[in-house]
Structure formats: structure tokens, C-alpha cells
């Protein structure tokens, strides 16, 4: 079973997600430009809302970080372990089994890890001290590991076969999910380690605008408050793009996949999606906030629960949608994304269609083929968790 979420989201004038000429993302659809806001962008803002929330237990959410090894070594060091001995104790396994940590104990590249992932890793670390003591350096019986006139491929062969393959093994079974609600929804690739990767069970599209959208420029001025006297000029002055824009937003997740990779445990599963539906609904892009507060929630959300296929709705705006005197921007978007919706289950069927139900802020009524409308939010979490089947027909 997969669960879909479309949304229709306005904005007020904003900068919610720059480019790296600090100017709002865009693109070319249907052959025009509109706003855009990332699909890495969004997933970010769902689960810091999940955590920031706490929708989730503390130990069923993720860390995505550089800082590995400062995260161990803060729990080995509330254990009672010295700092300097137990940060030379992770860099030591860290090194030893999932490759290079720089001389400021950072990891090549971020890692994206359960809590309790880092828990087990500093459980393991506690459990073979000695071994990997002598290996990093903090016993008198340390082997020369140092990688002097070697290549860095070479320097790292080295490292990892200092420590004892019990002891590698031993730390790559930690590596397990931790049953993390957001890592089994978004999915992780670690570089040096293929076989931890976790295929995501969540698709997130990039947010695009349902009409044409112009950069605009606001042009600041700021006055210095030391000197109230100079008319002259401002203190500083400067120029800022942002637009804004009403968003199509569409989501996905398979239910199966998500199953799988919070190891078969179905209450924690039906928890994830009820969290993940309050998050994608109210999560909020945080860039430049503090000088457009564009904190807009969205017009329509749209739930659909499907034994198979899977149908985006962004064509419904390949042809722009224009303001017209029956209607409004919002209201023309939500009307051309339910007539597409119409269309789409007319050539393809309704087959597979579980539930369809849909939220709206306006004065319109939802009535297309196979949806329902719901009167707010909560209800419609509630209905969908209700539905929720985690396996295929088949089994």
C-alpha cells in the first residue's frame, strides 16, 4: 500500500530555499519559469518539525552529521571514560571499520545515523576498550599504525586492518536503522560502507509553482544608531530577491519499504506515518523567515491511500494558472488540480484506490471522483492511520 499527499501551499513574499546567488530556486515547467523549493529542502524542514515537536520518541529520530566522532565520545565520556581516552578510542573505531576522520574529528563526509545507532556504537566502543585502546593509542602496547610515506588509500587499508575483525564486525552490526522514523523514511547511502545503505520508503518532489513567477528586489536601507545625526546615507544599504508564489507540493510513501526498514515493527510504523502527515502538513521552510514570517499553511492536502501506481499531479499546472475574476490564485490551483485529478481517474480507472480525502481552506466543495471532503486536519490523520495496511495483497 502507498500513501500520496498533494498539496496546494501560498506563500507570502519570500526567500524560503536560495540558490548560491542567495536568489529564490526556480525552474522551467510546461515552458515557464516558476518558484521552487526543494524537495531536500522540504525534508529537512519535516524532520526538524517532527523533532522539534517531539511527535516521536527522543531514541526513534536521526543525527545527520560530520561530528560522529564527538557524539560517541559525549556518551562514552558520561560513562565515566577521560575524554582524551575515549576520543581516541572512536576515532580508533571509527577509522577502523567506515574509513578517514580528519584532525578535527570529522567524518569525510555526513553521516546520516539513528540515536540509538550512536548508542550501540558507544556501547561497542565500551565493550572493546583494550582493543581499541592499543589501537588509538592510549595503551602502552600500540601497534605503529601510522601512515607515514603511505598513499591515503593505503593510510586507510592500514587503519582499518589495525583493528581486530571481531571488533570491525562487532561495531558494523550497530549500523542496523536503529528503527529511526526519519531514516527509514528518507533512506541514507554511506560512501565506505555500501551494504548500511537504506532505501528510502518516502518520495518528496520538488515544490513547484502552479503559475509564472518574476523575481522581485527589495531594495534595504539600515540606519546606524550611533550616529542619528548623518542624513547623508545609510549605515549600509543592499538589495534582497524573493517572490512569491502558490505552491504544488506532492508527496509519497510505501508503506511496505517503510515496514522493512523499521524491522517489521508495525505500531512504530503506524506512529512514523501519523507523525510524518502533521510534519509534511505543517513544516515550513525557514529561510530568511525573520524578515518575510511568510509562515503560510497550506490551502489543500489531498490523502490518498493506493494498493498500486503512483500518480503525481504536478501537469494539472504545465499550463499556468492565471487570477481571473472567478477566482483567485488559490482557488484557480486547487480547482485545476481536483479537474486534473477527475481526468486522470477517468482514463486510468479508480482500480487500486483505497481512500481519497481531502482538506481545503476555502469555500469549495471537494467532490471529485473517489474523494471525500474532511472537515479539518486531525480528522483526516485519523482517518488515514485507520486504513493504513503495512503488507501487499499478496502478502
Known amino acids: ?39 531536500q529542502c522540504f525534508k529537512r524542514a519535516i524532520r526538524t518539525y517532527v523533532r522539534d515537536q517531539q511527535l516521536l520518541p527522543a531514541d526513534r529520530v536521526s543525527e545527520r552529521t560530520k561530528r560522529v566522532v564527538k557524539a560517541i565520545t559525549d556518551r562514552l565520556v558520561n560513562a565515566g571514560h577521560p575524554v582524551e581516552q575515549a576520543r581516541a578510542v572512536v576515532r580508533a573505531a571509527l577509522q577502523g571499520f567506515a574509513g578517514k576522520v580528519d584532525s578535527d574529528d570529522r567524518t569525510s563526509y555526513l553521516w546520516f545515523l539513528g540515536r540509538a545507532e550512536l548508542d550501540a556504537l558507544a556501547a561497542a566502543c565500551q565493550k572493546h576498550w583494550s582493543e581499541l585502546a592499543a589501537v588509538g593509542g592510549t595503551s602502552e602496547d600500540t601497534p605503529d599504525v601510522q601512515p607515514s610515506g603511505k598513499s591515503a588509500k593505503d593510510a ?43 532505501d528510502a520508503a518516502c518520495q518528496v518532489a520538488h515544490a513547484i509553482s502552479t503559475h509564472r513567477v518574476a523575481p522581485e528586489f527589495d531594495f534595504y536601507t539600515a540606519v546606524d544608531d550611533l550616529n542619528p545625526d548623518d542624513t547623508a546615507g545609510a549605515g549600509m544599504m543592499g538589495t534582497v530577491e524573493f517572490n512569491s508564489a502558490c505552491f504544488y507540493r506532492y508527496v509519497n510513501v510505501d508503506l511496505r519499504q517503510l515496514v522493512q526498514n523499521l524491522d517489521g515493527d508495525l505500531e512504530l510504523a503506524r506512529d512514523t506515518v501519523s507523525a510524518f502527515l502533521r510534519a509534511a502538513i505543517g513544516a515550513i521552510p525557514t529561510g530568511k523567515q525573520n524578515s518575510t514570517a511568510a509562515q503560510n499553511p497550506p490551502s489543500l492536502i489531498l490523502a490518498v491511500l493506493r494498493r498500486k501506481g503512483l500518480w503525481s499531479l504536478a501537469n494539472a499546472f ?66 488515514v492511520t485507520a486504513r493504513l495496511e503495512f503488507t501487499s495483497p499478496e502478502g
Not at 526567500?15 to 515547467?29: G, I, Q, S, V
Not at 533512506?187 to 565506505?192: C, E, I, P, S
Open 1 to 39: 500500500m502507498f500513501l500520496e499527499l498533494h498539496m496546494i501551499q501560498n506563500f507570502a513574499p519570500s526567500n524560503l530555499n536560495r540558490d548560491d546567488t542567495n536568489a529564490p530556486k526556480e525552474c522551467t515547467f510546461g515552458g515557464s519559469r516558476r518558484a521552487r523549493i526543494s524537495s
Open 156 to 198: 586507510k587499508k592500514q587503519e582499518k586492518k589495525a583493528v581486530p575483525e571481531t571488533v570491525r564486525k562487532a561495531l558494523e552490526r550497530c549500523l542496523d536503522g536503529g528503527k529511526a522514523a526519519d531514516l527509514a523514511l528518507f533512506g541514507r547511502m554511506l560512501a565506505d560502507m555500501p551494504d548500511k545503505n537504506i
Open 318 to 383: 504545465v499550463k499556468p494558472v492565471f487570477v481571473s475574476e472567478s477566482g483567485d490564485l488559490v482557488e484557480k490551483s486547487v480547482e485545476a488540480l481536483l479537474a486534473y485529478w477527475d481526468r486522470v481517474v477517468s482514463v486510468y480507472g479508480g482500480d487500486g484506490l483505497d481512500f481519497g480525502g481531502a482538506v481545503t481552506t476555502i469555500e469549495q466543495p471537494i467532490n471529485p471522483n473517489g474523494v471525500q471532503g474532511i472537515p479539518n486536519v486531525s480528522t483526516l490523520i485519523r482517518e
